[in-house]
């Protein structure tokens, strides 16, 4: 929830997250990882003009069940590795080639690992996220 609260306030340049407080609905946790992966998510694909952005592929199913064995919103590391792919793709010199990665961040304070590897169809395909033990 608190990502996609954070992706919708990102998108209507904080409309919906007024709307919210105005309203009297509560639940989101602003101060999260997720609410903040969330907004990064909502940046990028409102900034996207469908050159040079990255279109990310999550094998959710894959991972899943491991991110809330650890007590994590999927939604939300989604959102946090999201905005961690599109950094990367983003930093990689113009015309080479960019082949599979890795990265690690922390979300909700558990320290996750990503692989990713980029589709022929330029898509950039997200296949695990894991806690590092």
Known sequence: MNASAGFG????????????????????????????????????A??????GEA??????????????AEGLDVAGAEAA???????????ATAG???GSFSGRLTVDNVLLEYRAFPLSNGTINVGTIFPVR
């Open 55 to 68: 279109e990310i592929a999550f094998q959710t199913s894959h991972y899943a069940s491991r991110l809330l």
């Open 9 to 44: 306030d990102a998108l209507s340049f904080g409309l919906t997250g007024f709307a919210r407080h105005h309203l009297g609905i509560g639940g989101v946790d602003e101060c999260s990882s997720g609410y903040s992966g969330g907004q990064m998510a909502g940046i990028v």
């Open 96 to 98: 080479s080639a960019l």
């Open 81 to 91: 590795v999201a905005g961690e792919v599109s950094a990367t793709v983003s930093s």
């Open 46 to 51: 409102g900034l996207a003009d469908g050159e």
